[in-house]
């Protein structure tokens, strides 16, 4: 019988310059912001927004993710570490056994979601003056692309692996620090790739295709459902990410995925109650 088994040897790095590495990941997390800023300013140009608000909304969403995803892995991953080497966890270095450059290799996507959400609040009271949920809706689409190219950066990284399978299509991740790397696993992080990339396309639809956009929140509310239910169901086909998971009935990804799925449930229902008038500018009424 013809195995369709993926032995899946990919180098993480580009290329490796002086010492210096570039890694697949830094490349695809650039590109994320690429296309998101691409896609987002479309959306601005379409509805005559200011593309100030553009370049300022991508500075607060890259700060936000990057310190979100940083402190969110430090924190609901790997606080026992990270609660005796506090400069680790916004430093891109390790001190000890030895001093050396490690990068941000350690970032959580609920982290991130949580800190964008901070970010794009802080944004709406200082830029857009609107409701946080009118930028909500706007944002969630790049950030459901922006995930697609960062769960195809962890596959270069054989990172964030399955479990192991029969299934013909399965991996074999000889790359990844894992018992058994030989063995055919779940490409847990392609599975990802793939459902945020089909959200993608489903959010593009909703917003150019139908008037859903005019119900602030509804977006905002069909990302996390679409994003969090996904990653919900694929926790199950996953290795636990830290060995304290082990023997959970759920682990930690999707303790912290139910609380997105019930707010988007809600987002849904309140979005039907709550219509978005602050899309143009307000009429000037003169007086006779």
């Not at 509805?47 to 430090?74: F, N, Q, S």
Request: proline share 5%; glycine share 8%.
């Amino acid at each position: 019988m013809l195995s369709l088994f993926i032995n899946w040897d990919v180098s993480p790095e580009l290329l490796n310059i002086g010492g210096v590495s570039i890694r697949y990941y830094g490349l695809l997390f650039a590109l994320a912001f690429v296309f998101g800023y691409k896609v987002e300013e479309k959306m601005f140009k379409a509805e005559g927004l200011p593309m100030k608000w553009l370049d300022k909304l991508w500075i607060y969403v890259a700060i936000a993710t990057i310190i979100g995803a940083r402190l969110g892995h430090c924190i609901f991953y790997d606080w026992a570490y990270y609660s005796e080497h506090p400069l680790e966890m916004i430093l891109p270095v390790q001190f000890t056994p030895e001093f050396k450059f490690t990068g941000y290799q350690g970032l959580a996507s609920h982290g991130a979601a949580i800190g964008i959400i901070a970010g794009l609040w802080y944004y709406s009271r200082k830029v857009s003056k609107k409701s946080i949920f009118w930028i909500l809706d706007r944002a969630v689409i790049p950030i459901a692309l922006a995930g697609f190219f960062i769960r195809m950066g962890n596959l270069m990284n054989s990172e964030i692996i399955g479990v192991q399978t029969t299934v013909p299509w399965g991996f074999c991740f000889v790359n990844a620090h894992v018992e058994h790397p030989e063995a055919p696993r779940h490409p847990a992080q392609l599975y990802e790739a793939i459902c945020y990339l089909i959200s993608f396309g489903i959010l593009m639809h909703l917003y150019w295709r139908t008037d859903v956009k005019k119900r602030m929140g509804f977006l905002f509310g069909a990302f996390l459902i679409l994003i969090f239910t996904a990653r919900f169901i694929i926790e199950f086909v996953k290795e636990v990410q830290e060995p304290w998971e082990e023997g959970m009935m759920l682990n930690m990804g999707q303790i912290l995925s139910i609380p997105f799925v019930l707010i988007g449930i809600f987002m849904l229902w309140y979005s039907g109650r709550q219509i978005d008038n602050g899309t143009k500018a307000p009429q000037v009424v003169k007086k006779k």
